[in-house]
């Protein structure tokens, strides 16, 4: 079973549109979702969780669509960060575990506790003491601590620093190795994503330019670096992006469709996607 | 919805305790017209829970939880209409340890005087949440002083003409017609703040 399937997701704004978003995430696997500001990732992490009106699409989430009845008690089964939500302000670590115990059925106080250890976060310090790493450390503890089969986290890593970045990425790693465990993640720290992901989404002004496996991303792709007479050579249909300079042109192309006479390095994810991103820049 | 209750009240608790030890000490008070503002006072108390609300964005956080519209919405006439009726009973239990020192019971015309008042108060809650739902509290607030004026002017006439209504026989349904009344409106307005609240959803 498919831990998300998206076709066809469309939403306009008057500024804005998402557009025709097709995007599967298979159970057992973590998805990043990458994109620049304003791309589309909230939006659509927005319309999986049913929390905005979608204008057309399908959406199903852990095999239901998200606009039935039994969606609402799917809810149990994900847990969500967002970026910009949080508690109010008032409230401390205590509170929320009276109100999250209240809230979820499959709530676990105990392993609520031994993440706020593990986090570092205090009892009863009131969140506008918090800071926004603390505050996506304790938003990241409640998603953890209801037994959920999905996590779904906007933008959760950044904020954070690279030691409970790290950390926080090998709980997702460990949260998956039982196989009906998925985690879609937006971020825009690439290297977190590289580092952890089995499938990028990538979203660039509103649209989704692929979809894939990371590896398979990583066979694809490559970057090669040669004179503007050399690059002549390369085919067209080969050349994803580039970059030309008083030395040369860099380019990131489809590594079988380059002849063996020249070098291609490895891209890196961030790679792939700046290219693609700016095109011909 | 209980752990929406709950949040609402950890909230007011921390925050508003010396607005709540106010109303506590009006109930005390001699006269009828302090226990009426108190009862009326207490349903202030729902804007500042959705102040908080807006504040952090709760409702973002709420609609990726197992709540659907409705539980979000119900959940605030529930703690107004508690707090409501929370500050009538403990108006009774006030008066009545006021009685001890005064000697005078408590009388079936303050219950009855109560009663309405209460009502008034579950009406006033009625009126004020779709506003609030609809328009947030920054926007809502201007509408609600407006709101308020209306009300005070309402209360001051009701307090002033409540015992001579009550002589009269036909008066005596009084309460219950106030709590049918109460009823229908409590129930028409959350119905209109549930649609009002799911219009928002962009």
């Avoid at chain 1, 990732?41 to 606009?67: C, Q």
């Avoid at chain 1, 450390?137 to 030691?163: C, N």
């Avoid at chain 1, 039982?178 to 979203?203: G, M, P, Q, R, T």
Wanted: aromatic letters at 8%.
């Amino acid at each position: 079973m498919n831990a998300i399937e998206i076709k066809g997701l469309c939403k306009s704004y008057n500024d804005f549109k998402l557009d025709n978003i097709d995007l599967v995430l298979p159970s057992g696997c973590i998805m990043g979702l990458v994109g620049e500001n304003g791309a589309g990732k909230s939006t659509t992490i927005k319309l999986i969780m049913d929390a905005i009106k979608r204008d057309a699409g399908e959406v199903l989430v852990l095999g239901a669509d998200n606009r039935s009845r039994e969606f609402l008690s799917l809810k149990e089964d994900i847990g969500v960060v967002l970026d910009e939500a949080y508690f109010p302000e008032v409230l401390n670590a205590r509170n929320v575990n009276s109100i999250m115990k209240n809230t979820y059925k499959n709530w676990n106080e105990k392993q609520f506790s031994e993440f706020l250890t593990r986090f570092s976060l205090p009892l009863k310090k009131q969140f506008k003491d918090y800071s926004r790493g603390m505050k996506m450390k304790l938003a990241m503890a409640v998603a953890l601590s209801h037994d959920p089969k999905l996590l779904i986290l906007d933008e959760a890593t950044s904020g954070l620093d690279p030691m409970v970045r790290d950390e926080i990425l090998d709980i997702f790693n460990d949260f998956t190795r039982d196989e009906n465990h998925s985690v879609l993640l937006s971020s825009h720290i690439v290297s977190d994503l590289e580092k952890i992901c089995d499938y990028i989404a990538f979203i660039h002004r509103g649209k989704l330019l692929f979809c894939k496996e990371k590896d398979r991303l990583l066979e694809e792709y490559g970057i090669v670096r040669m004179t503007k007479a050399d690059f002549e050579g390369v085919p067209e249909e080969a050349v994803k992006g580039k970059k030309v300079t008083g030395f040369g042109v860099e380019a990131l192309v489809l590594r079988d469709s380059v002849s063996s006479a020249f070098t291609v390095e490895r891209a890196g994810i961030e790679d792939i996607i700046l290219y693609i991103a700016k095109g011909d820049k | 919805m209980k752990g929406l209750l709950i949040k609402d009240f950890d909230t007011i608790l921390k925050q508003l305790r010396i607005y709540l030890v106010l109303i506590a000490v009006m109930t005390f008070l001699p006269g009828f017209s302090m226990l009426t503002f108190a009862v009326v006072y207490v349903t202030m108390i729902p804007m500042t829970a959705i102040a908080y609300d807006e504040r952090s964005k709760w409702d973002k956080l709420a609609a990726m939880m197992p709540y659907s519209a409705a539980d979000v919405v119900l959940s605030k006439y529930v703690l107004g209409f508690l707090l409501v009726l929370g500050t009538g009973v403990f108006a009774c239990f006030a008066q009545a340890v006021v009685g001890i020192f005064t000697h005078t019971a408590l009388t079936g015309t303050f219950f009855t005087k109560l009663a309405l008042v209460i009502c008034f108060a579950l009406v006033i809650e009625s009126i004020e949440l779709p506003v609030l739902i609809r328009f947030g509290v920054e926007k809502g607030r201007l509408l609600m002083i407006l709101f308020m004026v209306l009300v005070g002017v309402g209360g001051a006439t009701l307090i002033e003409n409540i015992t001579e209504l009550l002589k009269s026989t036909e008066v005596r349904m009084a309460v219950p017609l106030a709590a049918l009344g109460a009823a229908v409106v409590g129930a028409l307005s959350a119905l209109a703040s549930i649609g009002l609240y799911k219009s928002k959803k962009e």
